[in-house]
């Protein structure tokens, strides 16, 4: 294949890889980690979730008690609520963030839920690795998603809704995108990681059963089809494509014999 169809098909894959969405693999701690009723798989507070998960034609793989490279490398999303909550379980080792930190720079997405600052050292060993900080408490009202549906993890009617979390941490972080705030506090964020997605709100309660409502259910959706925003295309690729093939007519012109 010569140089110029090599880049032809290239660019033609790039196109057609836009936009294509497949079902994750999902997976996450059990009760000797997260508190029993956040089980996402046996939990009582996670039927909603379980129901997503199933009517989204997604996987929900065994839960683990410890962070392992070969753990992640079968899944797509790991989500975890906060850590020790409630409980004597061990925050991540060194061991977990390591292999936890590979997995997402490779291309993995992270949906981290925490709590408020009394659980900083649970929460923050799963987001310091990220450059993500637990900073405060937020108003125990007021929690709202953003308002911009350009966001895909805000989309279908999550932008501008409330969220029903019942006391927040406030997060603080580098370059990110603001998901939720509460009386101008960001308490939700998404940040590209190496080829990977970590997506972090400093509340738990929003996803219980109790508590959850149809925007927090549908932001839950949109994070297990969250694909990892790519640097564009250039607006003039089309073109490119165009010259690109009548060059290659051209040379191909130029070698035939007369």
Known sequence: MTMTRKLIVTAMA???SAGVSNAATIGSFDDTRVLERRVLNTG??????RNAIADGGHTLADTTDVLTAQYLNGLDVFY?????FGSGSPILSSTEQDALVSWVNGGGILLSTGEIPFFRASYEAVLNPFGIELVGQAAASGSVWANDPGIALLSNGVAGSDLTDSGSGVLATGMSTTLATNNGNVIGLSKVFGSGLVIAIGDSNFLDDQFINPAGEQFFRNALNAEVPAVPLPAGLPLLLAGLGAFGVLRSRRKSPS
């Open 80 to 84: 975890t609520s906060v850590l020790a």
């Open 44 to 49: 009582a507070d996670r039927d909603v979730l």
């Open 14 to 16: 790039l196109i057609l």
